[in-house]
């Protein structure tokens, strides 16, 4: 015997339900599997970096450069001290996957061959490449951190906004 | 004695079978649109993906359907003398052995995902102007899409049953369970959302288990029928009742001592090979004639008889009969 559609829409409110309940029991979605937003949010913010002028120069102490200060002003959104890790982007893609850093920076773009292993935001700018075409810049964070991932979208969305 | 009947349908069949047609066309436009959209706010679900291959698969039962029907109207011909009937079942096996192939395949990225814990990552889209999470896209439009299947599934299934096709039939049955896809696919999404990465290879996992299995029993069913196992209903669970009737036919003549048949599943048409065993020596051409039009006239799907007149009964069915009741009555 088949359900009937009485069921099925009883169903769905079911699901609504649940839904809501969730919502009240001060579950949010999207959630960390990891806890990272939970972690950083007025803590420490690891960021590995990757030189890449004009996004991240690395020459001084401190690094400098557009992302960079598109980082600490997210890190200053959610209360954070950042602490910058220098180096090659097999290297903090391997500490991004292992959870020691937070997120990776250094002028990527959308069609980096990263993507398989660490989340890719949405492209926050549009540059033009060496070989003229043009790419969106994207950052890395770690995979399946979904609500990190959503405020910094969130944050780049509104950077972005202030900008026009 | 023997012959080729009515090549076309009765006319309630021809309008069934429009209406099929119809309704496939139909359908497959509406499948176009659905894969377009979820192919646009998909993301990085795996259970999502799923679906959306699901989706796309079930377009080949009904294109093969579209694409034997004018095959099988084709008239025979001295390469074909049994006409071109089983282009439907050839179909049937084509889709049959795709889905197989692609559930498996699927069935093993789930896995796989699951092993190697992939945590999948869903961010943010721009929705006229307001940064939002996708995963409640991804869940609005499954939701939507959900009704499609509810509404045409059970159409399909009310114009199989009418005309006793089994292609048709398999391509309903999947209709009819693919919300519980979409369903799935939203458990998935949900999941993510909460932050359980597991539940999203979980669903991907159900689904294409149940592609796997579509899979399955399409390959079974129309490998059975091109085996040419004895006719059945459209769910291949019973024999079909024609055969019965076409013996009984037989058997109720007056100058036949014996009589037993086997039948041909063409798909839409069957054909039958009668023998009978007359009580005299002697056979009226004119009595055999009137016997094949009783079996032509039992029923639409009877196309195509051909009665002869043997000294001796060699049809397996009755001993086959005798054992299945044998089998039932010692478990």
Known sequence: MRPTRPRRVGAAVVAVGIAGALAACGITIPSDVEGTLDAVTGGVLEVGVTPNPPYVDASEEQPTGSEVEVVTSFADSIGATVEWTEGSEQTLVGLLEAGEIDLVIGGLTDDTPWSDRVALTRAYAQAEQADGSSAGLVMLAPMGENAFLSALERHLDAEAQGER | ?331
């Open chain 2, 1 to 331: 004695m023997s012959r080729t009947g009515r090549l076309e349908l009765p006319e309630q069949q021809e309008r069934l079978l429009r209406k099929a047609r119809n309704l496939e066309w139909a359908v497959l436009a509406y499948t176009a649109v659905t894969i377009t959209v979820v192919a646009l706010v998909m993301g990085n679900s795996q259970a999502m993906q799923t679906a959306w291959v699901e989706d796309i698969l079930s377009t080949l039962p009904q294109i093969a359907f579209l694409v034997a029907l004018p095959i099988i109207r084709r008239k025979p011909t001295a390469k074909h003398p049994y006409g071109y009937h089983r282009a439907m079942g050839v179909g049937h096996l084509v889709a049959g052995v795709a889905l197989l192939a692609v559930g498996a395949n699927l069935c093993f990225e789930a896995i796989s995902g699951l092993v190697k814990q992939e945590h999948p990552p869903i961010g943010t889209m721009q929705l006229f102007g307001m940064t939002i999470w996708q995963g409640w896209v991804m869940i609005a439009v499954m939701a939507l899409i959900v009704i499609g299947p509810l509404i045409y599934g059970p159409m399909k299934m009310k114009l199989a049953k009418q005309l006793d096709n089994k292609l048709l039939y398999a391509d309903a049955a999947m209709a009819k369970a693919d919300w519980t896809t979409n369903a799935g696919s939203i458990v998935g999404v949900l999941g993510i959302g909460l932050g359980i990465w597991w539940l999203d290879g979980a669903a991907a996992l159900f689904i294409s288990a149940s592609i796997l299995w579509d899979g399955i029993t399409n390959t079974r069913g129309s490998v059975l029928d091109l085996m040419d196992m004895r006719a059945t209903t459209y769910d291949q669970k019973q024999p079909h009742p024609v055969h019965g009737r076409v013996d009984e036919v037989l058997r109720g003549l007056r100058w036949v001592h014996h009589a037993a048949s086997r039948i041909r599943d063409e798909g839409q048409v069957f054909h039958v090979e009668a023998y009978v065993v007359p009580k005299r020596a002697k056979v009226k051409v004119s009595d055999l004639d009137r016997a094949v039009d009783d079996i032509l006239a039992l029923d639409w799907r009877v196309q195509d008889v051909s009665v002869s007149v043997v000294s001796q009964l060699d049809v397996p069915d009755e001993e086959e009969e005798r054992e299945e009741q044998r089998g039932r009555g010692s478990p």
